[in-house]
C-alpha cells in the first residue's frame, strides 16, 4: 500500500530555472492539495484539485502551475524559481475535499539559490 | 477572510502533565475544524475533528471542542506522553470545503 508519496525529497534548483515536484496517490481520492510549509505562517495551501482536470487557486498560488491530466497524478511546477519559495512542500489527498480527512505525503524540501 | 490562530510555542511539559493548546478562528459560517499533528521528519496526520458547533472530538486521549460562542476549538490531553512531542496544527476548512487554513503550530516537547 503506497498510499501518497512525494518525489524528489530534496531538491536544490538555483533562481530563474523551473522546478516540477511530483505527488502520487495510490487511492484514486478524488480531491489532491499542495502547501508549503514555512517557519511562523504554519501551512499555506497553494493549489487543489477536485478531479482531473479541474484545479484551483488556495491562499498563495502566485508563482505556481498545477495540472492534473490523470487522477492519481497532481504535479507542481515552479516556472522560475526565486528565493521566496524556498519552503517544504506537502502534497495531500482526500476522498471527497478538505472536509474530510487530509491524508499528506513525506514532503519535499526545497531550496532556491 | 477565514483564518486560525493558535498559540505560540515551544510547549515543554513533564510526562503526565495536563495539557492545553488553544486555538481561536475567524470564519464565514460555521466551519469544521480539525487538529493535525506533525511528528518530526514526517507529514502531518489526522488527530480529531469537529464538523458543528458543540461537537467533541476525540483521538488517542486528545480531545477539543467547537465553541461557537467564543470561536474556539482548543486541544486538551489529560496526561502526555514522551511519544506526544511533535507539532501540533489547528486547521479549518471553509463552507466550500474546498479552502482550507492552518494556524502556525504548536511545538509540544514532553521530557520523562
Not at chain 2, 507529514?43 to 461557537?68: I, P, V
Request: aromatic share 14%.
Amino acid at each position: 500500500d503506497a498510499g501518497i508519496t512525494q518525489s524528489p525529497r530534496y531538491k536544490i534548483t538555483e533562481t530563474g530555472r523551473q522546478v516540477t515536484l511530483m505527488c502520487h496517490q495510490t487511492w484514486s481520492h478524488s480531491y489532491m492539495f499542495w502547501y508549503r510549509q514555512d517557519l511562523g505562517h504554519g501551512l499555506r495551501l497553494i493549489y487543489y484539485s477536485a478531479a482531473a482536470d479541474i484545479t484551483d487557486k488556495g491562499e498563495v498560488p502566485d508563482g505556481y502551475v498545477v495540472s492534473r491530466s490523470k487522477t492519481e497524478n497532481f504535479p507542481l511546477t515552479l516556472e522560475s524559481a526565486t528565493r521566496s519559495q524556498t519552503s517544504v512542500y506537502f502534497c495531500a489527498s482526500s476522498r471527497q475535499g478538505a472536509n474530510y480527512e487530509q491524508y499528506f505525503g513525506p514532503g519535499t524540501r526545497l531550496t532556491v539559490t | 477572510g477565514d483564518s486560525v490562530t493558535q498559540m505560540e510555542g515551544p510547549v515543554t511539559l513533564s510526562e503526565e502533565a495536563f495539557l492545553t493548546i488553544n486555538c481561536t478562528y475567524t470564519a464565514t459560517g460555521y466551519p469544521s475544524l480539525f487538529w493535525y499533528v506533525q511528528y518530526p521528519g514526517e507529514g502531518l496526520q489526522l488527530l480529531l475533528k469537529a464538523t458543528k458547533a458543540d461537537d467533541k472530538g476525540s483521538n488517542k486521549g486528545f480531545e477539543a471542542t467547537y465553541r461557537k460562542e467564543t470561536t474556539s476549538f482548543h486541544l486538551e490531553k489529560g496526561s502526555v506522553q514522551v511519544s506526544d512531542s511533535a507539532v501540533y496544527f489547528c486547521a479549518l476548512s471553509d463552507l466550500t470545503g474546498n479552502q482550507f487554513y492552518f494556524g502556525t503550530g504548536t511545538s509540544l516537547t514532553v521530557i520523562p
